[in-house]
């Protein structure tokens, strides 16, 4: 038996969150293909992914309970090996029942990851927990920004059955590699108990504030899914004179998009450990109206401005609420409170998935529902104004990078 290796387990997480990331948006692209080879309505075929998109949040905490009774590396080679072999069955159903089996399933298993592994590179870590937890948020945000550009370029060379059976069959052999690796000893289930925070958190103000923020949280996944589920859409239609409409350079361009989203986590961890958090986030909140308003009104240049400045604000954001949130919440029930976390923001996708679809039905577009999403982001700005005040600035780095 070897040692068992700190990288090891932080290079399976970080591409254990890169996979999530990659598989929980390529649908989102591969659905143009889907929509033009069976003549159905894009509606009809987005609402395929609603009960995936339901049970990344809802299995998120049974997954992170069976992982502190079981094992964590266990539930991430589970993860693997059940996000890879459902995607690769996608290649080859005939017809939406099928189909949406089978995305429902890459969605149960994709519901491991966050209350998972990003506990496990905690365990795993030895000294620079948080700057192993930036880089794990990078991989995630990365995972987002290739699913549109890899399955667009899948598409125009393997067609979208393609697109679906190759990232599913390196899913698999992942996870068969973690297995090895874990029988092997070249990984572990790390410390049972990860470096304590120096933050307060057990007052009942402390939990009102942690209740507040539940209204930012809800709202900022909401947003998040519903722009990444649209934007393949959205670029498609109204950047046609610069993509001519081929999904191969829409895919490439909502993964720049989402490529420079993720670089903006180092920089917003940068942020929060210098500056005022509350700040920080009213701030991002704040430039959240405009940026929809264009993306809502505009097509062209003025379009992808808008949706890169809208991934930077999202994305740069959550070093600030991680940390906010870690300061508000128990020291004793921080586990709880982020998995708490992952369920309302993941949970907000089905209904952003709904509203997508039956705004589009009534209305032919986008804008009035992004239209609604810039009002209701100066609701949550004053939502942000009434949080208390943590500490100033930065002390601690448990929770300091982003976690998704």
Known sequence: MRHPSPRLAAGFSNVGHFLFHYFAAMYFTIVLAIER???????????????????IGLAALPAGRLADRWSSPGMLIVMFLGMGVATFACGFVDGHAGLMIFLAGLGLFGAIYHPVGIPWVIKTSEGKVGMRLAVNGI???????????????????????????????????????????????????????????TGKGSSAGNLKAVALML??????????????????????ERMIDLLSGQIGLVGTAVGVV??????????????????????????????????LY?????????LGIAAVGLAMAGTAILPAENMMLSRFAPADHQGVIFGVKFVVSFGAAPLGIYMLTQVRDATGDFTLLLLTYAAASLFVVLVAMMLPRSRDYAEDTLQAAAAE
Request: net charge neutral; with cysteine.
């Open 215 to 236: 209204i930012p949280m809800f709202m900022l996944g909401l947003i998040y899914n519903t722009v990444q589920n649209a934007m393949p859409k959205l670029f498609e």
């Open 37 to 55: 080879d069976w003549n159905d309505p894009y509606s009809v075929l987005m609402e395929l992914w609603v009960p995936a998109s339901l049970l």
């Open 139 to 197: 991989f995630g945000g990365l995972g987002a920004a290739a699913a549109a550009m890899l399955s667009g370029w899948l598409i125009e060379g393997l067609g979208w059955r393609g697109a679906f059976i190759l990232p599913g069959a390196v899913c698999t052999v992942i996870g068969f590699a973690m297995l090895y690796c874990l029988q092997t000893g070249r990984i572990a289930e790390g410390a049972r108990s990860a470096p304590g925070r």
């Open 258 to 291: 989402y490529a420079i989203g993720a670089a903006m986590q180092l920089v917003g961890g940068y942020l929060a450990d210098r500056y005022p958090l509350k700040r920080i986030y009213v701030l991002l909140w704040v430039l959240q109206a405009p940026l």
């Open 294 to 302: 264009i993306l809502a009104e505009h097509a062209g240049i003025p």
